[in-house]
T-cell receptor, first 111, second 112 residues
Framework: EAQVTQNPRYLITVTGKKLTVTCSQN?????MSWYRQDPGLGLRQIYYSMNVEVTDKGDVPEGYKVSRKEKRNFPLILESPSPNQTSLYFC??????????FGPGTRLTVL | QKEVEQNSGPLSVPEGAIASLNCTYSDRGSQSFFWYRQYSGKSPELIMSIYSNGDKEDGRFTAQLNKASQYVSLLIRDSQPSDSATYLC????????????FGTGTRLTVIP
């Protein structure tokens, strides 16, 4: 089954404690992206990757890091999370001319 | 800052009616336009894409694009209660769907 998986689905953490949200896709897509979704602000792109070792900033990259060492994986790293990073996070993948397939989402709370 | 504006709603329509969802965008260079549907607590899923001026129909859904007016809309005919969701408009600054800018979404409720 074609899918994008994210882990964990829910996470409660404290300010400053480094965390990683994993994202994996089994569709051999070149493009992967991370978004955050906040009430009243909608979905905003954090980072995207056009292929292995190729990443670029989206609309709201501050406080986040990404890496793309394998085609299927695109982890999102929060080196020092803060409460304003409390949000719902989605990973997505696509081919260059196709729709984006979204993962199930990760609800992060930073206390 | 590339802006995509949608009326947040909520928009309520009776079952069987036509639901009309609207979206405007600020970047005149935008080339690809998408409508995503998001059920509460779920991830967005693509329902329509449109790349050139005019109408594009897919079943009960019709997307309309007017680049001169920087306006894209989604019509849902014969609305069903299962269409109740938030509809997200998204645009890309160039062809392809790897870099998307979303509107805040319009919540649609179809009343049985």
């Amino acid at each position: 089954e074609a899918q994008v998986t994210q882990n964990p689905r829910y996470l409660i953490t404290v300010t400053g404690k480094k965390l990683t949200v994993t994202c994996s896709q089994n569709m051999n897509h070149e493009y992967m992206s991370w978004y955050r979704q906040d009430p009243g602000l909608g979905l905003r792109q954090i980072y995207y990757s056009m292929n292995v070792e190729v990443t670029d900033k989206g609309d709201v990259p501050e406080g986040y890091k990404v890496s793309r060492k394998e085609k299927r994986n695109f982890p999102l790293i929060l080196e020092s999370p803060s409460p304003n990073q409390t949000s719902l996070y989605f990973c997505a993948s696509s081919t260059s001319t196709d729709t984006q397939y979204f993962g199930p989402g990760t609800r992060l709370t930073v206390l | 800052q590339k802006e995509v504006e949608q009326n947040s709603g909520p928009l309520s329509v009776p079952e069987g009616a036509i639901a009309s969802l609207n979206c405007t965008y600020s970047d005149r260079g935008s080339q690809s336009f998408f409508w995503y549907r998001q059920y509460s607590g779920k991830s967005p899923e693509l329902i329509m894409s449109i790349y050139s001026n005019g109408d594009k129909e897919d079943g009960r859904f019709t997307a309309q694009l007017n680049k001169a007016s920087q306006y894209v809309s989604l019509l849902i005919r014969d609305s069903q209660p299962s269409d109740s969701a938030t509809y997200l408009c998204a645009v890309t600054p160039w062809g392809g769907a790897n870099n998307l800018f979303f509107g805040t979404g319009t919540r649609l409720t179809v009343i049985p």
